[in-house]
């Protein structure tokens, strides 16, 4: 029984895989769902304040050296984005990306990119910081298709998130230290990208460059948007992961 290890997005928490888990269970894989540190549970804003993507790349290595065997790696939007950080040294067996935030050197391709790049810069003073979710802006973009009950259930349980793993992540060209850099070449692992045709927080083209980047295969799911891990059509979503996984399974047998 291989262990899949979930890597939650910005704001949130390992709750955010409680619904896209429960399938890789039903067919006998091992699910872990870590919060990444100050997230999760009752977070505050001291919790998240000055941690870069870097902190977030060892926890999660940390995390994976505690198991009995390589795992499989599974992120969501900027936990996406952590898998790649951190695949270089937990050495997978394989991952899947869904809607993953782009690594070092990966241009954005929508103008809506360019703008959140941007407003990222204004949202607080300090690099060391904290932002509280706009939960405005989730409604609009991230959750745009989940529907109203379980949106303001999910919108109840995000939490801040460290001002300067945003600026990281989205204004990487201002970063001299390269902090999300993956390294040179392919990542030493299979990998899948996923993205939603409707996404607009990591559109499409962006998703697609970032699985050449680090090469991986991709797919994309016509309708859906950002939420991948539980808005409608979570199901498909889950079900291409798990195809994908245990054909790259028996491949490898």
Known sequence: MTTVVMAHGAFCGGWAFERFRAPFEARGWRVEAPDLRGHGGHAAMQGVAGASMADYAADLVRFCERLDEPPVLVGHSMGGLVCQMAARRVRPRAMVLLAPSPPWG????????????????????????????????????????????????????????????????????????????????????????????????????????????IGAAYREMPQMSHWLPAEPGWEAVADLALDWLEGQARAAA
Not at 107 to 113: D, K, Q
Not at 179 to 186: A, E, I, L, Q
């Open 106 to 213: 990966v241009a954005g391709s929508s103008v809506e990119e360019a703008i959140t790049a941007v407003g990222v810069n204004l949202l607080d003073p300090f690099f060391s910081g904290a932002v509280a979710p706009d939960r405005a802006l989730m409604r609009r973009h991230s959750l745009d298709r989940v529907p109203r009950p379980y949106r303001e259930q999910v919108l109840a349980r995000v939490g801040p998130e460290s001002a300067r793993a945003l600026r990281e992540v989205l204004n990487w060209w201002l970063d001299p230290f390269m902090t999300t850099s993956v390294g040179p070449g392919p990542l030493p692992a299979p990998g899948l990208v996923v993205a939603g045709g409707q996404d607009v927080v990591h559109p499409p083209a962006t998703a697609r460059r970032t699985a050449e980047r």
